[in-house]
């Protein structure tokens, strides 16, 4: 049984089974830990300071993505469409989620009750969530660009756009139950953010919470290594054929797949454990202060998306800085192509599936005149 307990400017979510004297009226977090007191002030100023960063960097990046691509249509591919829509979760993560969780770790306890907690526990999830399936999806459709590089058409976006609408819908599939009574959202950690409520030990919330883990964290993760795995497969598979340049652009592809990796795993998977752990029983071993790492951890991928997604691609990356200097001509698309040969993030693998081709134009006959002139 969860009972609500109202105070002014606050509110609390308390597990019934807390020891006698744990209501107070004061916030608590899942575990009973005092909201108000399972932090410093100190602490506090920290995670502010930590979520500060990250509300602007968040908001910058992205919506600098968002501008770049509207600037420049040549960027318009059906795989940076998917870049796209990563672009777009994560800053909505930044408008409607972390401003929330700023302000309260500022005041050093949430700010805007009940209804407000819900609602930032459910946006944060949902949008979270479709930043997570794209990016599998973003690793599935460069594996199947490389694996089919002959057979892909670029203008042909129904697909990258069943892929976008399927990740919301899933997303929404997996973010709403806790809306209609299988599990629910409320605070978490300090007190100063709110989530799934996975220190309840009701069978529902338990099932729940093995749910979203499985399926929307492990299974994406396990898509994207399988991915790119194989996209490394048939990578050292071409370069059989040129023995010269393929050391260094498996390399080169490996680094890829390693920074990809683990950003996922260092964003997520820390989430991930302490959820797992919580639900089982281990809430008396997540203090507050272990708690809030993961959250401001998942908050960061915000930041981290665009970076290595967006930026490290050299398509987008000269399209970048003809913005910034303020160009009145955008690139070409085949400027932007040529400019980007090499990139393994446009369109795919970008060299792994080029040809090189070599013009050749005749030269003028000489006309070696004897008379002198």
Same mark, same amino acid.
């Given at each position: 049984?969860?009972?609500?307990?109202? &105070?002014?400017?606050?509110?609390?979510?308390?597990?019934?089974?807390?020891?006698?004297?744990?209501?107070?009226?004061?916030?608590? /977090?899942?575990?009973?830990?005092? /909201?108000?007191?399972?932090?410093?002030?100190?602490?506090?100023?920290?995670?502010?300071?930590?979520?500060?960063?990250?509300?602007?960097?968040?908001?910058?990046?992205?919506?600098?993505?968002?501008?770049? %691509?509207?600037?420049?249509?040549?960027?318009?591919?059906?795989? #940076?469409?998917?870049?796209? #829509?990563?672009?777009?979760?994560? &800053?909505?993560?930044? &408008?409607?989620?972390?401003?929330?969780?700023?302000? /309260?770790?500022?005041?050093? $306890?949430?700010?805007?009750?009940?209804?407000?907690?819900?609602?930032?526990? %459910?946006?944060?999830?949902?949008?979270?969530? &479709?930043?997570?399936?794209?990016?599998?999806?973003?690793? !599935?459709?460069? !594996?199947?660009?490389?694996? $089919?590089?002959? =057979?892909?058409?670029?203008?042909?976006?129904?697909? /990258?756009?069943?892929?976008?609408?399927?990740?919301?819908?899933?997303?929404?599939?997996?973010?709403?139950?806790?809306?209609?009574?299988?599990?629910? !959202?409320?605070?978490?950690?300090?007190?100063?953010?709110?989530?799934? =409520?996975?220190?309840? =030990?009701?069978?529902?919330?338990?099932?729940?919470?093995?749910?979203?883990?499985?399926?929307?964290?492990?299974?994406?993760?396990?898509?994207?290594?399988?991915?790119?795995?194989?996209?490394?497969?048939?990578?050292?598979?071409?370069?059989?054929?040129?023995?010269?340049?393929?050391?260094?652009?498996?390399?080169?592809?490996?680094?890829?797949?390693?920074?990809?990796?683990?950003? !996922?795993?260092?964003?997520?998977?820390?989430?991930?454990?302490?959820?797992?752990?919580?639900?089982?029983?281990?809430?008396?071993?997540?203090?507050?202060?272990?708690?809030?790492?993961?959250?401001?951890?998942?908050?960061?991928?915000?930041?981290? #998306?665009?970076?290595?997604?967006?930026?490290? #691609?050299?398509?987008?990356?000269?399209?970048?800085?003809?913005?910034?200097?303020?160009?009145?001509?955008?690139?070409?698309?085949?400027?932007?192509?040529?400019?980007?040969?090499?990139?393994?993030?446009?369109?795919?693998?970008?060299?792994?599936?080029?040809?090189?081709?070599?013009?050749?134009?005749?030269?003028?006959?000489?006309?070696?005149?004897?008379?002198?002139?």
């Amino acid at each position: 049984m969860v009972v609500n307990i109202r &105070v002014p400017s606050n509110f609390s979510t308390v597990d019934s089974g807390l020891p006698p004297g744990a209501t107070d009226g004061s916030a608590r /977090a899942p575990g009973g830990t005092d /909201a108000s007191g399972g932090l410093s002030r100190g602490g506090h100023t920290a995670v502010a300071v930590c979520l500060g960063v990250i509300l602007v960097a968040g908001i910058v990046n992205n919506s600098l993505t968002l501008l770049v %691509f509207a600037r420049f249509r040549c960027l318009w591919t059906p795989i #940076n469409v998917i870049l796209l #829509n990563i672009s777009l979760s994560d &800053v909505l993560v930044c &408008v409607f989620g972390t401003p929330l969780s700023f302000a /309260a770790s500022l005041q050093g $306890r949430w700010l805007i009750g009940e209804f407000g907690c819900r609602w930032y526990g %459910f946006a944060n999830s949902f949008f979270g969530i &479709v930043s997570l399936v794209s990016l599998s999806v973003l690793s !599935y459709e460069r !594996y199947t660009t490389v694996l $089919r590089s002959s =057979q892909v058409d670029m203008s042909d976006f129904r697909k /990258a756009w069943l892929c976008i609408g399927g990740c919301w819908l899933y997303a929404f599939f997996w973010t709403v139950p806790p809306l209609l009574g299988w599990s629910s !959202y409320g605070p978490e950690g300090p007190g100063t953010t709110c989530s799934v =409520q996975w220190h309840l =030990q009701s069978p529902g919330s338990i099932s729940y919470v093995l749910c979203l883990f499985i399926f929307c964290l492990l299974l994406p993760l396990l898509l994207m290594v399988y991915s790119y795995g194989r996209i490394l497969v048939t990578i050292r598979r071409m370069g059989k054929t040129n023995p010269l340049t393929a050391p260094r652009r498996e390399h080169r592809i490996l680094r890829m797949v390693l920074t990809l990796v683990s950003c !996922y795993l260092l964003c997520w998977m820390p989430y991930g454990v302490v959820a797992l752990v919580t639900t089982f029983g281990g809430s008396r071993l997540v203090t507050p202060s272990t708690s809030v790492v993961p959250s401001v951890l998942a908050k960061f991928s915000t930041v981290i #998306n665009p970076v290595i997604y967006v930026f490290f #691609n050299n398509q987008f990356s000269q399209c970048l800085m003809t913005f910034v200097k303020c160009k009145a001509r955008p690139l070409s698309v085949r400027e932007v192509r040529r400019r980007s040969l090499g990139s393994i993030t446009d369109h795919g693998l970008g060299d792994s599936r080029r040809a090189l081709v070599v013009r050749y134009t005749p030269q003028r006959p000489v006309n070696l005149r004897t008379d002198g002139r």
